[in-house]
């Protein structure tokens, strides 16, 4: 499902990125991890279609990304390293805000809070939940239109331990629903 070959890009005459080829099938988990600068900000600029390779190439469940981005948009889910989320609006509202966009049923709303543990931190918002509750939220904005690949920037970035041991199990679940999975990671 994500599939990168020969890959490399080229700014002002300096390789920023050059890697070989990369398989990631659905039901699989890969973590790409690298010191900062190692250029896995432009690896995640390139897979969700911000920018263009300078040579090889990536694709998305047989999808190029920016070139085929609207269907892209649609089977993907990506985890930025900040939350992407509303700091005034509760949990709830961030994600019936984002359930709007794709044209979701309200139950996804409910279900997808549940699963991510802040069911009961619905009407909270987003700016008095602690780092490892928003980081959660986040996961559970890229989840609720049931995307069937999965890019994840520093997924366990400002987490709390119970909040790391559920994203896990949740990466893990997503996986055994045939999703791909790649996460962007920096070395520590």
Same mark, same amino acid.
């Given at each position: 499902m994500i599939q990168i070959k020969n *890959?490399? &890009?080229?700014?002002? /005459?300096? !390789?920023?990125?050059?890697?070989?080829?990369i398989y990631v099938n659905a039901g699989e $988990?890969? +973590?790409? @991890?690298?010191? !900062?600068?190692?250029?896995? #900000?432009?690896?995640?600029?390139? *897979? $969700? /279609?911000? =920018?263009?390779?300078?040579a090889g190439e990536i694709t998305l469940g047989g999808l190029i990304p920016g070139k085929d981005q609207k269907a892209l948009d649609e &089977?993907? /889910?990506? *985890?930025?390293? #900040?939350?992407?989320?509303? =700091?005034?609006?509760? +949990?709830? &509202?961030n994600l019936q805000f984002y359930a709007r966009l794709y044209g979701l049923p309200h139950n996804r709303i409910t279900d997808t809070l549940r699963r991510i543990g802040l069911a009961d931190h619905e009407q909270v918002k987003v700016r008095e939940l602690p780092s490892g509750l928003a980081r959660r939220l986040a996961f559970g904005r890229v989840i609720l239109?049931?995307?069937?690949?999965? $890019?994840? =920037?520093?997924?366990? =970035?400002?987490? #709390?331990? #119970?909040?790391?041991?559920?994203? &896990? @199990?949740l990466l893990r679940q997503e996986a055994n629903l045939g999703k791909a999975i790649m996460i962007l990671d920096e070395d520590t």
């Open positions: *890959l490399s &890009k080229i700014v002002q /005459g300096r !390789t920023i990125l050059d890697m070989s080829n $988990i890969n +973590a790409i @991890v690298g010191p !900062t600068g190692s250029g896995l #900000d432009v690896l995640l600029k390139l *897979l $969700i /279609g911000r =920018a263009s390779p300078s &089977k993907m /889910g990506v *985890l930025f390293q #900040d939350d992407s989320l509303y =700091a005034n609006l509760s +949990a709830k &509202k239109h049931q995307p069937n690949i999965l $890019i994840l =920037a520093h997924p366990f =970035a400002r987490c #709390d331990l #119970d909040s790391l041991r559920l994203i &896990k @199990v």
